[in-house]
């Protein structure tokens, strides 16, 4: 299937960047993953379970583990943050979608806040603000600075510059 960017793009407009979510957004679910494995490895270890019960325990564990991790990726996978030669686009959600388009001449500001984590590992907060004072955050971005860079580089070189 095609992404939800590609398929709207107008002719003559092409992707310069594009990201999603950083995995970074995984990490509290992989601390809760990691809680019942601690929880269900203390409950067999300091109880006589019969080995069925064992079995179905780790069953349960894993189960919840993994049914944890099920929303987190679907959010991760169809997210979509691109700049193109005329707009901002980003799209994230799978059944309930949140879009933002912005074009380039419609953008007042564009902002990224970056946690010492994230600077380490390459994600920030995505702080996009329109016309009229409208501002969309996005926690957790891939390569958030990039994605100011490559708007910022529109501006400065770009088509949307020329046209203006």
Not at 74 to 99: C, D, N, P, Q, Y
Not at 133 to 159: H, K, L, N
Request: proline share 5%; aromatic share 8%.
């Amino acid at each position: 299937m095609m992404p939800y960017i590609d398929r709207h793009l107008v002719p003559g407009e092409r992707v310069v960047f594009r990201t999603r979510f950083h995995p970074v957004m995984f990490s509290g679910t992989v601390f809760f993953a990691a809680c019942v494995a601690g929880i269900a490895a203390l409950i067999v270890h300091r109880n006589e379970l019969a080995p069925e019960t064992v079995r179905i325990l780790w069953l349960a564990a894993a189960l919840t583990s993994v049914l944890a991790c099920v929303s987190p990726y679907f959010r991760w996978r169809t997210s979509e943050f691109a700049v193109t030669t005329r707009r901002v686009l980003v799209k994230v959600g799978l059944i309930s979608v949140h879009t933002v388009e912005l074009l380039l001449p419609k953008v007042e500001a564009i902002g990224v806040d970056q946690p010492l984590t994230g600077r380490l590992l390459g994600y920030g907060t995505l702080r996009l603000v329109g016309t009229g004072g409208r501002v969309e955050v996005f926690p957790r971005v891939a390569r958030a600075d990039a994605v100011r860079e490559a708007v910022i580089a529109q501006f400065s070189g770009g088509s949307a510059a020329r046209g203006r």
